[in-house]
């Protein structure tokens, strides 16, 4: 269950759109805070953190704290309305990230700032520890020490999981994979959201499973549609990523969260859970995942280090739930779990602190390059263009009206770049006129492709 002060932050937070609290009043300090809500100190303090890396509260030195409201709108986003149906995923053609530039297309962080000397030392310490057999089959459940560091992290962060319920897995897709081939035959119907990230219809597809994608919305998902499917059409599970969607970076409220949670239980539907950008947070506070209000284990939680760390560790777990037992037969089988010496170079990382220190100094860039992006698009490209203003992750999220992308991303090839369509994230025939742009890199780094983009929207 989620702790307390995250129960006390929504309460404020509900009050400031209520109207109850007004933005400029002065919060009670903290003392007082603790005796009104007979909490402790230590919960009080961790309830103004939240709500000041949400955005509703402000520190004022030697004043005290005062209400005031996030800028954050998901008004930035045109989200599609639809009646949901069953459809098979798109085939999507062969990627030519080969040959052209992938900066713009891949949801990757620049090497510049993956912790590189850090990792090594850590990967040469694991392989050198004498407990290890470097070379043996890795037990089908993970390694202790880290499924320990785990629980121990997320502690911190709010989110209650216990290690003997983690499965480690090669890496967040297939910690998805395990769990959807888990509680799913080919030819079963599993809900997406709409926008949804390629690689997960990629992966449906490669299954044999049907999708049947749910409209977004400010808040979310479209939770009247959501019922309405899983009472009229076979539904199987549900994939759904609650923070920091790709592509859109948008976030489902608490609100919605536990209304899942209690969904997913009530009807005994399988809801498995692609939390990988969970931790890219730009205002520095991980928002809780789904997994956070189950009760019954119907929420499979899955995450890794590949965004927040470096892919190439292959490290990744999975909270099953009830399904635990299933998902690791599956990944037994098909030899998913990564090699015990990076699995410990990861734990090892993660409890000495440097994992922390990292993920601070990581969103911070992020969060600079995110706004810097935003401004730059804002200033090149027409008024008429929207683009999205995500709270974490490295996405944007652009409509660009009038605007053929697939016929953009061919131009955009010819010189050498590869950028991502709007229609490849849906299995409908949706968003032709939409883009997904990385912001992991620097933007001098990429301004010269964006200029060229830029120009084709305006001469277009």
């Known amino acids: 269950m989620a702790r307390k002060f995250i129960a006390l932050s929504e309460q404020v937070i509900t009050d400031i759109n209520n109207g109850v609290r007004q933005q400029g009043e002065k919060m009670t300090s903290l003392r007082t805070f603790a005796s009104q809500h007979k909490v402790s100190m230590s919960t009080a303090i961790r309830t103004y953190e939240e709500l000041q890396d949400k955005g509703f509260l402000v520190a004022q030195a030697k004043s005290g704290f005062y209400i005031c409201k996030p800028s954050y709108t998901n008004n930035h986003i045109d989200f599609a309305q639809f009646n949901s149906e069953i459809k098979p995923p798109k085939r999507i053609g062969d990627s030519a990230s080969l040959t052209l530039n992938t900066m713009l297309s891949t949801a990757q962080v620049t090497p510049e700032f993956m912790p590189t000397q850090r990792l090594t030392k850590f990967v040469k310490q694991a392989f050198d520890s004498p407990q290890l057999h470097h070379f043996h089959y890795p037990n089908a459940k993970g390694l202790t020490a880290l499924k320990d560091s785990i629980e121990n992290h997320f502690k911190q962060k709010g989110l209650a999981i216990k290690s003997e319920q983690l499965v480690v897995t090669s890496g967040c897709i297939q910690a998805v994979m395990a769990a959807l081939k888990a509680v799913t035959v080919a030819g079963d119907c599993v809900v997406v959201s709409s926008p949804c990230y390629q690689g997960l219809l990629q992966l449906l597809g490669a299954l044999g499973l049907n999708v049947i994608e ?75 995942p789904i997994k956070a209000w189950d009760k019954d284990g119907y929420v499979i939680w899955c995450s890794s280090v590949s965004k927040t760390l470096a892919p190439g560790l292959q490290v990744g777990w999975c909270e099953a739930g009830r399904y635990k037992n299933q998902v690791s037969r599956v990944l037994q089988a098909f030899h998913g779990i990564p090699n015990p010496c990076l699995q410990l170079a990861v734990s090892r990382f993660i409890e000495t602190g440097h994992y922390q220190r990292h993920l601070r100094e990581l969103n911070r860039v992020l969060a600079s390059q995110c706004h810097a992006y935003r401004d730059y698009l804002k200033l090149h490209l027409p008024s008429t263009c929207k683009i999205s203003s995500p709270r974490g992750g490295m996405a944007l999220w652009l409509k660009l009206p009038n605007i053929d992308c697939e016929q953009l991303v061919v131009y955009m090839a010819t010189l050498g770049v590869e950028i991502r369509p709007g229609s490849a994230f849906t299995s409908r025939d949706l968003y032709q006129d939409h883009l997904r742009i990385n912001c992991g890199w620097p933007l001098a780094q990429v301004r010269p492709w964006l200029d060229k983009l830029c120009d084709y929207v305006l001469h277009n």
């Open 214 to 288: 749910i409209p977004s919305t400010p808040e979310g998902l479209d939770l009247a549609e959501l019922e309405r499917v899983v009472k009229e059409l076979p539904v199987s599970a549900c994939l759904i990523t609650a923070n920091h969607q790709n592509p859109t970076g948008h976030n489902l409220s608490i609100t919605q969260k536990k209304w899942l949670a209690q969904f997913a239980s009530d009807n005994q539907l399988v809801i498995i859970e692609d939390d990988v950008f969970g931790e890219l947070s730009h205002n520095h506070t991980m928002p809780l």
